[in-house]
């Protein structure tokens, strides 16, 4: 990603002005386009954004950005509340350059795949106390359950919460050059397995690095994977890269879409990925596209 700028900032009032004309002071949301696709930045955004909430299906990431919600898209970012039209030209600038940081650094972060699915808040308020006893934090059972349900808050926080059925631990599965190519999501029993202790004997070294910098060709990578890619769908993992649809590819191929569904699945399989996103980040990581 070479460049990334904005442009075609708009801005509206989200309530009613006191007179004509007075600024509506914390009340503006806006809306700019990026100059070319983000989407590619997400899975690294998502690793080191503060609140990251990241989603499929539509491909966004929201985040809490010095204390601006932010939702971006492909091409598209949408925030609020600012003051006035000033301040969103700075939120902009200092976005812009927070991306440009990541897309920099992006060879020494490792990339989260990690979907946000909010839990039904009515169904955790039913194995909690519901006594408001603010042990917690929080006001009421009904507020900790909110933000529980917006993974903003551990469990843990509620003293009086049963220990879980079990856990799902997810881990990044590297190549042979310490590149993550997908990940494995596992149950867990934790009545057999205290993940908590055994986590508190891990030491972290916070100036290692989380893996190497790649420096294999394009051959060399394709030809480390247990089936290589073809000709052909280096073609459609390439337009997949630039943002293609499925019927895109096909009528720049002349192809027919079925086709096209063919060389994605068989795309997927050979990298160990499950959606477009990952497949495109192993791609870029070894210098495929």
């Given at each position: 990603?070479?460049?990334?700028?904005?442009?075609?900032i708009r801005t509206h009032s989200t309530g009613a002005r006191t007179s004509p004309g007075a600024s509506d002071r914390g009340s503006i949301?806006?809306?700019?386009?990026?100059?070319?696709?983000?989407s590619l930045l997400f899975p690294y955004i998502n690793a080191v954004a503060?609140?990251?909430?990241?989603?499929?299906?539509?491909?966004?990431i929201r985040f809490d950005f010095g204390g601006t919600l932010c939702m971006l898209h492909s091409t598209v970012c949408m925030a609020s509340p600012f003051d006035d039209?000033?301040?969103?030209?700075?939120?902009?600038?200092?976005l812009v350059q927070f991306l440009k940081d990541i897309d920099l650094k992006k060879d020494s972060i490792v990339p989260s795949f990690k979907l946000f699915q909010q839990a039904d808040v009515t169904q955790i308020l039913k194995v909690l106390p519901k006594t408001n006893c603010k042990k917690c934090g929080y006001?009421?059972?009904?507020?900790f359950a909110a933000m529980l349900a917006k993974q903003q808050v551990l469990p843990s926080k509620c003293?009086?919460?049963?220990?879980?059925?079990?856990?799902k631990v997810t881990f990044e599965v590297y190549d042979e050059n310490?590149?993550?190519?997908?990940?494995?999501?596992?149950?867990?029993?934790?009545?057999?397995?205290d993940l908590k202790a055994r986590d508190k004997n891990k030491t972290l070294d916070a100036n290692a690095a989380p893996f190497k910098k790649n420096t294999i060709s394009e051959s060399d990578a394709n030809m480390s994977l247990p089936v290589p890619l073809t000709k052909r769908e280096y073609e459609v993992l390439s337009m997949m890269a630039r943002g293609l649809t499925n019927k895109e590819i096909s009528d720049e191929l002349f192809i027919s879409p079925h086709t096209v569904k063919s060389h994605v699945i068989n795309i997927f399989n050979k990298l160990g990925v499950n959606h477009r996103?990952?497949?495109v980040v192993w791609a870029a990581r070894n210098h495929l596209i």
């Open positions: 990603m070479t460049r990334i700028g904005y442009y075609d949301m806006a809306q700019f386009k990026f100059e070319e696709d983000i503060d609140k990251p909430q990241m989603y499929e299906n539509p491909g966004m039209r000033q301040a969103v030209i700075e939120f902009a600038q200092k006001q009421t059972c009904l507020a003293p009086y919460l049963g220990k879980p059925v079990n856990e310490g590149n993550p190519t997908s990940s494995v999501t596992i149950d867990v029993d934790t009545s057999k397995t996103t990952q497949a």
